[in-house]
């Protein structure tokens, strides 16, 4: 199904959380995009662009859902990006929990009621987890084991599988999950930001160097976008070119490794959290212990996704930031 309706040369696209960091990295995108002719902003701040039309929504509320619908339904949208999840510190997990699962199923029951063509929801390549077991290449079809102490990879892992069961009610819409491996870049704050840029020496973990994978903004950009038009429905994991190891991350990002024993390294983290540096939660400790690395092939085929920029630079990115 292409997502261009016969007979009509212009797009409506709606999108939710509109004010975040994919939001940001996409809006742009779609100001410059000559077949967009409105973007339906569902959120609660109105972002600047000339083709924006704003109708204010809090995903959280008991009311959304019918919100939603009515906004959807009004005229007709040719695809709905979802992108109201959070991705800096958490400091009210409940809340958190509140937007990313509530707010998802608030997103999905009025998708379907409004019978919209394309659906397009973010992830990460962190929902298959980081175990010693793990295979060389994470494909998209290998389970997703998540990161039981972590909220913030819970609730990924539980969106996916709404996202999933919802694909599955609705055969008739194109529904698209795009995994991203760590997004790097200088408007960019997320967990793995925060662990390369608000120290000039990071702890590490003694004995242990995994292989990590990071997206550039701008790529991270460009996989939104192409996921407009892409005839294809589905996970596709979003990921840089080239893999470099922990250790080697940091040092492009313009810090320098500290490897420490177990408990030194916990306490490292907890003291960094107390002076307010933020840096990867303890909840995360997996990722810093074992590689997640995951193919990007499905994307490149289907989607037409080719990033244009090594994970080096795109750590790189971080320390002219």
Not at 37 to 62: A, M, N, Q, Y
Not at 121 to 142: C, D
Not at 150 to 160: G, L
Not at 229 to 234: E, F, T
Request: net charge neutral; glycine share 8%; hydrophobic share 40%.
């Amino acid at each position: 199904m292409d997502v261009t309706r016969p007979g009509k040369g212009r797009l409506r696209v709606a999108v939710t959380g509109a004010s975040g960091e994919y939001g940001k990295l996409l809006l742009p995108r779609l100001e410059r995009d000559p077949d967009v002719e409105s973007i339906l902003v569902l959120d609660v701040v109105r972002p600047e662009g000339d083709k924006v039309e704003f109708h204010r929504v809090d995903l959280t509320r008991h009311d959304a859902e019918s919100e939603l619908t009515d906004a959807l339904s009004e005229r007709p949208v040719d695809a709905l990006y979802h992108l109201a999840f959070l991705f800096g510190p958490i400091r009210n997990g409940s809340l958190a929990h509140e937007l990313e699962v509530i707010g998802t199923m608030n997103v999905l029951t009025a998708a379907g009621r409004a019978h919209l063509p394309r659906l397009i929801v973010p992830s990460l390549t962190a929902v298959y987890g980081a175990k010693s077991n793990n295979p060389a290449l994470l494909r998209e079809e290998s389970p997703l084991q998540g990161c039981p102490h972590s909220r913030f990879i819970t609730d990924k892992v539980e969106v996916e599988g709404q996202v999933r069961a919802f694909r599955e009610r609705h055969p008739e819409m194109q529904v698209l999950v795009l995994r991203f491996a760590p997004v790097l870049g200088p408007t960019i704050e997320n967990p793995v930001t925060r662990l390369l840029t608000r120290t000039s020496v990071v702890p590490t973990l003694l004995g242990f160097d995994p292989l990590w994978q990071g997206l550039h903004e701008e790529d991270a950009g460009r996989a939104l976008h192409v996921s407009l038009r892409a005839r294809a429905s589905g996970e596709f994991n979003i990921v840089g070119r080239g893999v470099l190891p922990l250790s080697g991350l940091i040092r492009q990002a313009g810090a320098r490794p500290l490897p420490l024993p177990g408990p030194l390294f916990r306490g490292a983290l907890h003291a960094l959290d107390v002076v307010g540096a933020d840096t990867l939660p303890v909840a995360l400790l997996d990722y810093i212990h074992y590689s997640w690395v995951a193919d990007g092939e499905r994307a490149e085929t289907a989607l037409g996704f080719i990033p244009f920029h090594h994970v080096r630079d795109a750590a790189a990115a971080l320390r002219r930031s």
